[in-house]
């Protein structure tokens, strides 16, 4: 399956994965010690695909430093956009690198699943569709668009983020395309559109949209709770048994280290514990007598003595002090310095420079 190209769109703002978001696309937001765009690509690479465009907006920069010109066997290109131009708008701005291709595959990027693209391509070919979405049943479909299906998974209707009580039917796009090259002609060029409220509609009316039914995992990585849900579920997928831990990381005994759990690589652990559910950035440091479980640490960050993070996503290089207690649900932004002895209770986000003198003991957004 190489001779086709896959689109990611790579461009959103992330805003309600804040205050973590504010200095990082969400692409970069790691997941069991990766990066979600590697998750993506490397997904892409076992499905044969060699070639991908990335589309991209918000902090581009940050995503061309990380993957340059190639991810392993894939070769990478960039279809920067200058200002915000929608699903529609992006996939019309990469044509330039999809000409003479008869179809291609689009990927939302902050979608983390297993797309079985081979299938999907049979699917499409042999049904004569114009655009394939793959679907996934969910309980609650009101963040997603929705799909009411015919005979043989043909779309006869799909809504665009409806209410429950209108919901078609519980089965959601999951954020994957195969679209022919005819697609290109219900776009404008350079012009902001929805191709889920613009495009596919029209194409559910006249026949041409398709559904494929996916059963295996799938997460939205918009919100923190499914973020965290994320990398539970691959923690345990890649490192379920025993710690990972990368080449470069050092662990002093007598650490206690339960699984699922990973430590990238430069990190130094001295006579902590850690886990289950845990993953630790690079270059972080963790002194003794410090107990973190179910929680996610971005790079570089420091922890000091017989401190407690339980259930929390700590960004990067923030400073963690001595005894220190930080509960469920907080998000702490970069660069975000702790003092001793602070107890931070739950549901709690602080924005990134911020330094912590007092105790939080009410959810909030500290900013």
């Known amino acids: 399956m190489s001779q086709i190209k896959a689109l990611i769109l790579a461009g959103g703002f992330g805003t309600r994965l804040r205050p973590l978001s504010c200095y990082r696309p969400k692409l970069l937001f790691p997941i069991a ?4 765009i590697d998750w993506v690509l490397d997904g892409l690479s076992k499905n044969g695909i060699d070639e991908a465009i990335l589309a991209t907006n918000y902090l581009d920069d940050m995503i061309k430093d990380h993957l340059g ?38 990927l939302n990027g902050d979608i983390v699943s297993s797309p079985p693209l081979r299938q999907i391509l049979h699917q499409h070919t042999r049904k004569k569709a114009t655009v394939t979405i793959m679907l996934k049943k969910v309980e609650d479909p009101t963040h997603f668009g929705v799909a009411r299906l015919g005979k043989e998974t043909k779309i006869i209707q799909f809504v665009e983020k409806p209410r429950l009580e209108d919901a078609p039917s519980r089965w959601i796009n999951a954020g994957v395309y195969l679209l022919n090259s005819e697609i ?12 889920e409220k613009e495009v596919f509609p029209v194409l559910a009316s006249s026949g041409k949209l398709f559904g494929y039914k996916y059963a295996a995992e799938w997460f939205d990585i918009g919100r923190f709770s499914e973020y965290r849900k994320a990398n539970n ?48 950035g690079k270059k972080a440091l963790i002194h003794e007598g ?51 002895n602070i107890a931070i209770k739950h549901d709690v986000r602080i924005c990134p420079y911020k330094e912590v003198h007092r105790s939080i003991d009410r959810p909030g957004i500290v900013s």
Do not use: M, W
């Open 69 to 106: 010109k190639r991810y392993g066997k894939v070769r990478l290109h960039y279809s920067l956009e200058e200002k915000p131009l929608g699903t529609g708008g992006a996939i019309k701005e990469a044509e330039r690198f999809l000409r003479g291709e008869k179809f291609f595959f689009v």
């Open 290 to 340: 410090s107990r973190i479980s179910e929680s996610i640490l971005f790079d570089k960050v420091i922890v000091g003595k017989n401190s407690t993070i339980r259930g929390a996503i700590i960004g990067e290089s923030v400073f963690i002090g001595n005894n220190v207690r930080i509960g469920e649900n907080c998000v702490i932004g970069d660069h975000v310095f702790i003092h001793d």
């Open 33 to 36: 010690g990766k990066p979600i």
């Open 233 to 280: 579920v691959i923690l345990s997928r890649e490192a379920g048994s025993e710690p990972r831990i990368a080449p470069g990381a050092e662990v002093k005994i007598p650490t206690k280290l339960i699984p699922p759990l990973t430590i990238s690589g430069g990190s130094r652990v001295e006579q902590a514990t850690l886990g289950p559910y845990t993953s630790v």
């Open 184 to 195: 290109f002609s219900y776009l404008s060029p350079r012009t902001k559109s929805s191709i």
